[in-house]
């Protein structure tokens, strides 16, 4: 297990270089001018632009900023944000706790609500209820966040004053906790595709758990319905769940950076468009970055829970 | 028990999750039994859905028949496709959109030009869907700007399944070092939210109609390329492909000729819902506004110029586009899954 998660690791460095690598080339693919304008702005002089040039080495071969690069962010340097005039590491800390709390409040609400779903969906299979479910998920499932987003605002919070339509892009993340008439609109609208998918895996998950050996020796020695389903089934069929979690972390991110675009919550994903938008080299390779870390590490927290949870696997080596 | 024909499947921003589970070294519960791990077309392929069991099948068919299997394979696809009722739901709703989008602004006229007294009109006379902030009738557009969505998710999908495709096919034919430092490039791309990927690449290339389906194209065939070399890895040890090499067929035609024929059926079923996701991704950034440019319009540009007016209630520049790319893209979710089912589950019993 130990040599599994250090290879793991080292893997997971390999891809978060890989990333870094893969924004710093399609940057730097611009000519050194334009990406010295996007500092100082369109009106600067040829002179002011030579000299951010100089300063941030724009002019020098592409590997040796690469690896001045390198060095910057395993000193926990990020560099700084022009167009914001803050380091990108300080940005990043104000804005990664308000993902946190939507991320994790949309991923938990989705789960409470996608699992029963899926269980009561494979109780009734083949019934009225479940088709009903299966064509709901199927269209919540297509609908991206920016359109049930701008929908609820309006129906929930102009029509009707239950909501607030938008997010202060000044609170903190004690204060959007506390504001339920804030949160619950992005929190909805980013659950949904998750509730859709994953009562959708759940059923099937389950299914698959009905037709295993030990659920059949379970009813052979006269185990009742409900207990066949909870106690064997239903354990069993929760851990393919974990790692689906895992998987669907860079979807789950991706979804809550629409989201936060549809609402204005001042999160990472906000900041990762407006960035990219001002051309803020910095500021989207540090958001970018992140955004690798969290799923990668995700990815790996996902793989060994799943070792910890299903004592048949062994992982080799 | 009928073995469950799996978890809902498809688009969604690079969604993808029927995909996750199946892609690369699957983490080892899965295995066992897991609804994404059906051993898959091989066998009905090269039984040519004739013969049953692709034991027998595998050595009775000689290796020259190929034309006639694929023909044959296709006409049983087609059928299986006509008796799933959502499939046809599917097929249906797709052919609408387009007639919708294509011959929809032959037969209304639209519009277009008008005074601002005709800016954010509600539905009425005149115009069925009201108007927009520049005064455009919001029917109309949608025709128009479904026709460059649609349009680009055709391109973009055929392009990211093609990458895919010869990504995945070229690792896992030759295996080793090559499958390695390839799959691990795959593995980079996957791990980096793609929307995130996208809006970098879109802002920098500041794109047209086409150069956007190549950045969607570019951004999307990661998860093809894993389906297809998990295909790969198991069909070049076939024995078909052992006589091609015995016969001097070099790499090159083993792959073109006969192992990318051969896993047709997961390319067409993914390359199915790689549409729907590609009109997901064009949505996403015309809603970012970092798709196409003024005049051109996509249904993601439409619901960006609507979301201004949502504080209004203006709900007119919300619901038609909204539903547009809903509807589409559970058609071909439907489509994807009843193929998927056709020819994974179904052909299986044959």
């Not at chain 1, 407006?274 to 803020?280: I, N, V």
């Not at chain 2, 005064?135 to 093609?162: I, Y």
């Not at chain 2, 919300?318 to 058609?331: D, K, L």
Request: with cysteine; net charge positive; hydrophobic share 50%.
């Amino acid at each position: 297990m130990t040599g599994y998660i250090i290879r793991r690791l080292l893997q997971a460095i390999i891809v978060v270089l890989g990333v870094m690598l893969f924004v710093f080339v399609i940057y730097h693919l611009e000519p050194a001018y334009i990406m010295a304008r996007a500092i100082v702005g369109p009106r600067a002089s040829p002179a002011q632009i030579q000299a951010v040039i100089q300063a941030n080495a724009f002019n020098k071969p592409f590997y040796d900023q690469f690896w001045r690069e390198l060095q910057n962010y395993a000193t926990l340097n990020f560099g700084h944000s022009y167009q914001r005039n803050a380091p990108v590491s300080t940005l990043i800390a104000e804005n990664l706790p308000r993902t946190g709390l939507l991320v994790g409040t949309a991923t938990v609400f989705a789960l409470l609500i996608a699992i029963p779903l899926g269980v009561f969906q494979t109780v009734r299979r083949n019934k009225p209820s479940d088709y009903v479910l299966t064509s709901l998920a199927f269209i919540f499932y297509s609908m991206p966040p920016y359109v049930l987003g701008p929908v609820l605002v309006i129906y929930l919070a102009i029509k009707v004053h239950v909501f607030t339509p938008i997010v202060p892009t000044n609170y903190s993340v004690a204060q959007l906790a506390t504001d339920w008439r804030a949160m619950t609109l992005p929190v909805l609208t980013l659950a949904a595709v998750t509730v859709a998918s994953f009562s959708r895996y759940m059923r099937s998950s389950m299914m698959d758990a009905l037709t295993e050996d030990y659920v059949r020796t379970a009813r052979a020695k006269g185990a009742g319905r409900g207990r066949v389903l909870f106690r064997h089934a239903f354990r069993n069929a929760l851990i393919p769940i974990v790692t689906l979690l895992g998987l669907s972390l860079p979807n789950i991110a991706g979804g809550a950076v629409l989201t936060e675009t549809v609402f204005n919550y001042p999160g990472m994903g906000y900041l990762t468009t407006t960035a990219a938008e001002q051309f803020d080299l910095a500021l989207v390779l540090g958001t970018t970055v992140v955004f690798a870390i969290l799923v990668v590490v995700g990815n790996l927290l996902a793989d060994i829970l799943y070792a910890v949870l299903d004592p048949r696997i062994r992982y080799a080596k | 028990m009928p073995s469950d024909p799996g978890p809902v499947s498809g688009g969604g921003e690079g969604i993808v999750p029927w995909a996750s589970p199946m892609i690369g070294a699957p983490p080892p519960s899965l295995k066992p039994g897991g609804p994404a791990d059906a051993p898959f077309v091989a066998a009905p392929d090269a039984a040519g859905g004739v013969l049953p069991p692709p034991g027998d099948a595998a050595s009775a068919i000689p290796a020259g028949g190929e034309a006639r299997h694929t023909g044959s394979i296709y006409r049983l696809i087609f059928r299986v496709f006509l008796e799933n009722k959502l499939a046809v739901l599917g097929l249906a709703l797709v052919i609408l959109m387009v007639l919708f989008c294509f011959v929809g602004p032959l037969l209304y006229h639209a519009q277009v030009f008008s005074a601002t007294y005709n800016i954010e009109l509600p539905p009425g006379a005149g115009h069925p869907l009201g108007t927009d902030g520049n005064g455009v009738d919001v029917l109309g557009e949608l025709m128009v700007a479904g026709q460059n969505s649609l349009e680009v998710g055709l391109v973009a999908a055929a392009l990211a399944t093609s990458i895919g495709v010869i990504w995945g096919a070229i690792a896992g034919f030759f295996g080793g070092v090559i499958d390695a430092v390839m799959m691990r490039i795959v593995d980079v791309l996957l791990s980096v939210p793609i929307l995130v990927l996208l809006i970098v690449l879109a802002v920098i290339y500041s794109p047209g109609k086409w150069t956007i389906c190549l950045i969607i194209g570019f951004v999307a065939w990661q998860v093809p390329s894993r389906l297809v070399r998990g295909e790969t890895l198991s069909l070049r040890t076939r024995e078909y492909v052992q006589a091609v090499r015995v016969m001097g067929g070099g790499g090159r035609r083993i792959v073109l000729r006969h192992i990318i024929p051969n896993a047709i059926g997961t390319i067409i079923v993914n390359a199915t819902f790689q549409v729907a996701d590609a009109i997901l991704f064009l949505a996403a950034l015309g809603f970012l506004g970092l798709g196409l440019h003024f005049p051109q319009s996509d249904w993601g540009s439409m619901l960006s110029g609507g979301s201004t007016y949502m504080e209004v209630g203006a709900w007119w520049l919300i619901i038609p586009a909204g539903s547009c790319i809903v509807i589409v893209v559970v058609a071909f979710n439907f489509i994807g899954d009843a193929l998927r089912d056709s020819l994974e589950v179904r052909l299986q019993q044959r």
